[in-house]
């Protein structure tokens, strides 16, 4: 049976390939082998450069084909379509999954359990939410069988996302005891997060509350700031949601340098709205109108209109619906 490559090694490897990736990013560093490769391209993917990721998977495919690696070719076909996916080009993704099923095969843990992650991936984007739930079970299920505990939670993470809301409580539970009992300590803000979010949407709002704190404990433990500013931003939001609004200001506020220091434009946008809301509810409507109108301003550059067009038509009626009450306090003050 296939043994993934070892945590120290793969730490190493990342390492010295990361000389490479600063030095010459625009040619993948053919010295090294499919496996090495593979893995420089997950450390790419990871950082959100898709197209350099591609670039490195497709050479890792070719060295793969070259030195009869079916393991190898399965894994950077699979993650080549998955780079087509995550930007948009569906087409050009199914076509690289397709040439994955030439080589997957359940006999090799490492090639199958990247295939069953990208082909559930799919399944999700098509809308065939029953379907993908089956896969990531599937998949949870192997991996466990096969100790590869990373893609468990992966796996546990993404059933928390497609399934029904008990099951997604259920599947983030699930992907919460593997990692820690496992120590796959990057997942743990992500699934406390996302947990969080879960009893939101079940209007369950002190449980989310103590999900986003357990979220924020792990993201200072193993996060980047960014982690850091957005655990934060969500646990002073629900403190918000159970009306503990001194303490929701208190976390709030110093989140505004933080966005601005970090060049989080999203993320000042969603601090002020959070304080927006708070002035508006302690009807201080003025103070309100105006933070409500920097949260509309910041979202709207960052892009809130296209990615979700629903919450942006909700910030702007209740800009209207502030500036109507601010208005009306600055008659009562005579201003």
């Known amino acids: 049976m296939k043994k993934a490559t070892s945590l120290f090694v793969q730490t190493l490897i990342i390492i010295l390939l990361s000389i490479n990736l600063a030095a010459a990013q625009d040619q993948p560093e053919t010295d090294f082998d499919a496996p090495y490769l593979i893995i420089a391209a997950d450390s790419l993917f990871n950082a959100d450069q898709y197209e350099k990721a591609r670039e490195w998977y497709m050479q890792a495919a ?10 190898e070719l399965t894994e950077a076909n699979a993650m080549i379509a998955r780079t087509y996916l995550v930007q948009g080009y569906v087409d050009e993704g199914m076509e690289y999954l397709r040439k994955t099923l030439q080589t997957a095969t359940p006999d090799d843990p490492m090639g199958w359990s990247r295939y069953l992650s990208v082909r559930g991936r799919f399944e999700w984007n098509n809308g065939t939410l029953d379907k993908a739930t089956e896969t990531f079970k599937e998949m949870f299920y192997y991996c466990q069988e096969h100790e590869l505990w990373d893609r468990a939670v992966d796996a546990a993470h ?31 803000g992500p699934l ?49 949601k159970v009306d503990s609004l001194e303490q929701a200001e208190n976390i709030l506020r110093p989140l505004v340098s933080r966005s601005e220091e970090l060049d989080e434009q999203e993320f000042l946008g969603w601090t002020y709205w959070e304080l927006g809301r708070i002035e508006f509810w302690n009807r201080n409507y003025m103070k309100a109108a105006e933070l409500i109108r920097e949260a509309r301003d910041n979202l709207k550059e960052a892009g809130i209109g296209r990615w979700n067009p629903e919450k942006y038509k909700e910030i702007v009626a209740f800009l209207e619906r502030a500036k109507i009450r601010a208005d009306e306090e600055r008659e009562r003050k005579g201003e």
Request: charged share 30%.
């Open 192 to 240: 406390w997060n996302n947990l969080g979010a879960t009893y939101e949407d079940l209007e369950q709002y002190p449980e989310a509350l103590q999900a986003y704190k357990k979220a924020r404990e792990y993201h200072y433990k193993y996060g980047s700031e960014r982690n850091k500013l957005i655990a934060d931003w969500a646990v002073g939001h629900a403190y918000r």
């Open 158 to 188: 993404m059933v928390a996302i497609t399934s029904d809301l008990p099951g997604q409580v259920e599947w983030a539970h699930k992907g919460i005891e593997v990692a820690e009992k496992h120590e796959v300590t990057s997942w743990l």
């Open 62 to 71: 070719e060295k793969a084909e070259t030195d009869s690696l079916n393991s």
